[in-house]
């Protein structure tokens, strides 16, 4: 049985466990990623978090704050759902800039895994 490769890049299934802080993601083609929040909130997308992705300083190059930060969330309303293609976080730290979406999320979870 062969699997959609747009169905493999979708979540079947998001699980929050706000006391553990962590988040699970069961994937179209059954896989299941679990990250812990001070992962996701380390590995924000976004242009201030990650500013050799659009241009700015030098590649790789994360900004202490980012290394530093840590991941919490408050309640289940601060994650959103951005269309049908990613996740948005609200984090305790004031920072709510990152969108997630499935192809990254499951690139951090390879990368992880590896």
């Keep these: 049985m062969s699997v959609n490769p747009q169905a493999a890049a979708k979540p079947s299934g998001i699980i929050v ?3 553990q802080q962590r988040l699970q993601i069961n994937w179209g083609d059954g896989q299941v990623s679990v990250f812990e929040f001070d992962t996701l909130r380390r ?3 976004c242009a201030e978090c990650r500013p050799w992705v659009h241009g700015v300083g030098r590649p790789g190059e994360t900004p202490d704050s980012v290394r530093n930060a840590v991941g ?3 309640s ?3 994650i959103q759902p951005v269309g049908s293609y990613a996740l948005h976080f609200n984090w ?3 920072h709510t800039t990152g969108i997630y979406d499935w192809v990254y ?3 951090i ?3 992880a895994a590896s």
Aim: hydrophobic share 40%; proline share 10%; with cysteine.
């Design 105 to 107: 999320l499951r690139s």
């Design 43 to 45: 590995a924000c997308p």
């Design 17 to 19: 466990d706000l006391p």
């Design 72 to 74: 919490r969330l408050e």
């Design 109 to 111: 979870a390879i990368s």
């Design 76 to 78: 289940l309303q601060d």
């Design 92 to 94: 305790a730290d004031g």
